[in-house]
């Protein structure tokens, strides 16, 4: 059963296609896509956009087609998109999106919203819930490509975090793919496959070779890679640890 099935049950009332209101928010460019990289539910969020957009961006660029990304002002922000994240109220996020060619995202609010405005859109669903219970319930289903990571046979999660996140587990080029394919855009991307990707891909790392103390504040913040295997120095290894150094 669908969520939005299950809540109209257990509320006593019949399900109808909302109303949605719309803001205008000015932007410098006719043709756009949309990319909402968040969802307020960790397990859902795919880390590997910055990768998808790679893909991508020299196809759009041939079409003079931009990348709008929208969210909240706590997401990260994805390189060479035109950031409005934490910019725009839901008013304006809606007009975003219904003026957009397709929205590209988690499951969240704009997939749904993408399917009920009849815009196309491309989703990832992880394994934190069952594809057929939260997909987009609106609209053209065949405007909407869906992508689900492969649970290798085990139920979902439910959880708000995952380690690891199985989101994660999907292909960046399969996910710029179905864009390109949706904006009906030729493009030979089934020649690349993604043969690895660690755990800590998506997260800059600096790797450190701790031959000398560290000098104050240096890099705080990051994380850093102790490269105990060329020099294994217990003496300076604390000082790298100040200054909220995330060491692994």
């Given at each position: 059963?669908?969520?939005?099935?299950?809540?109209?049950?257990?509320?006593?009332?019949?399900?109808?296609?909302?109303?949605?209101?719309?803001?205008?928010?000015?932007?410098s460019c006719e043709k756009y896509i949309i990319l909402h990289a968040s969802s307020g539910m960790n397990s859902k969020?795919?880390?590997?956009?910055?990768?998808?957009?790679?893909?991508?961006?020299?196809?759009?660029?041939?079409?003079?087609?931009?990348?709008?990304?929208?969210?909240?002002?706590?997401?990260?922000?994805?390189?060479?998109?035109?950031?409005?994240?934490?910019?725009?109220?839901?008013?304006?996020?809606?007009?975003?999106?219904?003026?957009?060619?397709?929205?590209?995202?988690?499951?969240?609010?704009?997939?749904?919203?993408?399917?009920?405005?009849?815009i196309k859109s491309v989703t990832t669903f992880g394994g934190s819930n069952y594809l057929q219970c939260c997909a987009?319930?609106?609209?053209?289903?065949?405007?909407?490509?869906?992508?689900?990571?492969?649970?290798?046979?085990?139920?979902?999660?439910?959880?708000?975090?995952?380690?690891?996140?199985?989101?994660?587990?999907?292909?960046?080029?399969?996910?710029?793919?179905?864009?390109?394919?949706?904006?009906?855009?030729?493009?030979?991307?089934?020649?690349?496959?993604?043969?690895?990707?660690?755990?800590?891909?998506?997260?800059?790392?600096?790797?450190?070779?701790?031959?000398?103390?560290?000098?104050g504040p240096l890099f705080a913040g990051s994380l850093m890679h102790l490269r105990l295997d060329y020099e294994f120095?217990?003496?300076?290894?604390?000082?790298?640890?100040?200054?909220?150094?995330?060491?692994?």
């Amino acid at each position: 059963m669908h969520l939005l099935e299950r809540y109209a049950l257990s509320c006593g009332v019949q399900i109808d296609k909302p109303c949605i209101e719309e803001a205008f928010f000015p932007l410098s460019c006719e043709k756009y896509i949309i990319l909402h990289a968040s969802s307020g539910m960790n397990s859902k969020n795919y880390d590997y956009y910055n990768d998808v957009v790679d893909l991508i961006l020299p196809y759009l660029t041939e079409h003079q087609i931009k990348i709008i990304q929208i969210g909240s002002p706590e997401d990260p922000p994805i390189k060479n998109c035109y950031p409005t994240n934490g910019r725009t109220n839901i008013k304006q996020a809606a007009y975003l999106i219904k003026n957009s060619l397709l929205v590209l995202g988690n499951d969240s609010f704009s997939s749904h919203m993408a399917s009920g405005c009849g815009i196309k859109s491309v989703t990832t669903f992880g394994g934190s819930n069952y594809l057929q219970c939260c997909a987009p319930y609106w609209g053209n289903k065949q405007r909407g490509i869906l992508i689900e990571a492969d649970r290798q046979g085990q139920k979902p999660s439910f959880a708000t975090e995952e380690n690891p996140k199985i989101i994660n587990s999907i292909h960046p080029e399969k996910i710029a793919a179905a864009v390109l394919t949706q904006l009906c855009i030729p493009h030979t991307l089934s020649t690349i496959e993604t043969l690895l990707m660690g755990s800590l891909y998506h997260l800059p790392t600096l790797d450190i070779v701790p031959d000398h103390v560290a000098n104050g504040p240096l890099f705080a913040g990051s994380l850093m890679h102790l490269r105990l295997d060329y020099e294994f120095n217990q003496e300076v290894i604390p000082s790298w640890c100040d200054h909220n150094r995330k060491l692994i």
